[in-house]
């Protein structure tokens, strides 16, 4: 049974939502959820990956389809590099659904409640907290709520009707999902190239009996291209083509990457989380990791202002600068990513590859190299490796102001 007040309303039981439910309801906070779906963790756009980091948080092995420990990479050209260490798990590829319903699970195991086939219609601030309209499967219904958090993903509907701005990049993630691909045990494939994923790369990930093929780019850089064109004209090229001669289709996916957190996440009694705030990863895409993190952050804070019920500027401030930290790493990740990979002509590229492909770089890459915080092996590259010092301006600059 659900009630009409509560301390906190989430729109959205995707994973973010659901860990931010999970995490508040451990601390006491009276939650509700608000999913729009029949059900959790459908329809989906994921390549699956979810970082180490982010599984042991919510231990939800039981989801995972393969266990990753290393990545074939390709230059525009062909040149192969591979790392990893089948000894350092370095990501797991996951059933999305399965893993989303696990963390809305958690949240419903410590209290919070879900409400499936409901969305808002319109949220009010008042002196008492945030009048909502929800309409729950076609009734609709009046909720009072102390906060009302928006993890309702890169469209989201609590950040647009109060005007919380955009996230500064929006990539486009196309993924077809096929047997029959050669990929190697643990390993996954990346590639580049300007006619495959301009700026960006495409994939094929392991998962389980299937691959998951993709790419992601900026809109702006598609040439009235789609994406679906770019990994048409990828998976038929002269040089692939071989790779995928006995894949088969299974299942298709298109969707949104925001990355670049809003300016202010918190606005008084409203949040927003996850993709809804931008956070995914400028060098991967990834989202999951990156909104736990988020959870992480403001945790403390949001828990003693819900208790408090004493929401003011100050404590507005005080939210948003929890976020200070994942802000300037996600600024530093993507001017990495532009000196390396976006801002990079495809034989600048060859040329950097045939540079990583050097067996003293991979070393290093095997041994600095962190999928979650790319920052560390970017700046060690550009000081120690000789062929990169020439990025080493343009880098540093980025660094700085990026
Ligand atoms: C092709 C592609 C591949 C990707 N691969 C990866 C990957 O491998 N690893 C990774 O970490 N990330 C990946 N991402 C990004 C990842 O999917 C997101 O970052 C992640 O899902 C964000 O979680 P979230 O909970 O913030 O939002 P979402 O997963 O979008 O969840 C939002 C939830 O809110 C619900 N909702 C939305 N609007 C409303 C409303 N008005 N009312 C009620 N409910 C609403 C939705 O139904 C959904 O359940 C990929 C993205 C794309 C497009």
Redesign the pocket.
Known sequence: MVKQNYDVII???????GYLAWKLSQNGIDVLM????AE?GRP???????NPSAMKRIGAYDTVLTRIWGARMYSPSGTEIKIGNPERTRTWSVCRKLF?ERVVQLAIGSGADLLLS???ISAEVTELGVEIEIDVDGDIQQFLSRMVCG???????VRRTFKMGRPKELM????IEVTGYPGEEGRLDLFTGDDIAPGFFSWA?PSGETTRI?N?TLPERMNDKSCEDLLESFMKSPMWKNRFSNCKEIGR?????PSGLILKPVINRVAV????AG??KPT??????K?FDQVDLMLPKLVSTIISNQFNAKTTQELNATLSSLRRKQNKSRALRNVFLSESTDEELDELFSVWAQPEVIELINQVGDIDNPIPLGIKMLKDIPEFRRLATKGASALIWG
Request: with cysteine; glycine share 26%.
């Open positions: 729109i959205g039981a995707g994973p973010v939502g608000i999913e729009e779906h959790v989906f756009q994921c390549a699956g990956m979810v989303d409901s969305k808002p993890a309702d993903g890169a469209h989201s509907w486009i993630g196309f993924q990930i993709g992601w996916f298109c969707g949104p990457v989380f996850g993709d809804a956070l995914c991967t895409g990834g989202g999951i990791g909104g």
